[in-house]
């Protein structure tokens, strides 16, 4: 394990060498000194399998010390929602949303760091009709609005084709010249990666959620 500075405790040292990986153990490094995590937290990101749950591409830039990092490298698959029920499919659009607002904190730490929560049911008027957003975030490190959508259905085309248009919107009515582009996030009971494979704006992903 490679030297560390005075911010891990011995209790974090003790955790860390329970882990069978390298990979894991200098990510968590990491995460203890930019999050100042206690012994309890990083005993819960653990449990909660926060490492095996980024990207590939994302444990490929940790591996080589790649700092060119997207605002969407940290962000989990799938993402951990808490709740009463661990059934996804007996739950709708609004009692997702319910959750997530419920422990925003939570939602925010599973997308990475520097989120934060503008506004849920974003209302925005196109042409003569209202439409709304689910959740409109930002990243204040990365300088981008960041849309939300959620779906309790597993992944549809037409879902793409919706967080794109309230993307446009909200890159010619909200973003401002010195703002990077607009990233839309389609949260989802079930991942299709075809359809983004395929999607030609290489800021919209999605993630499966997972109620615990």
Known sequence: MPPVG???TFSHYRILLSLNDNNKINYYIKEIKERNLSKRQLQNIIK??????????????????????????YIKNPIVIKSDTKDKEQINEKILQRLILEDIPSFLKELGESFTFVDNEYKIK???????I?????NIKYR???????????????????????MNYIDK???TIYENNTVGIIVCLKDNKYYIEYCSNKNIISREYNLV
């Open 6 to 8: 005075a911010q891990l």
């Open 48 to 73: 909660s399998k926060e490492y095996e749950r980024l990207p590939e591409e994302t444990k490929e830039k940790l591996i080589s010390n790649n700092v060119n990092h997207e605002v969407t490298d």
């Open 126 to 132: 196109i042409g003569d009709t209202f439409n709304y």
């Open 134 to 138: 689910d959740l409109l975030l930002y």
């Open 144 to 166: 981008c609005y960041v849309v939300v959508e959620l779906k309790v259905v597993p992944l549809k085309k037409e879902h793409i084709g919706q967080i794109e248009v309230y």
């Open 173 to 175: 009515n909200l973003k």
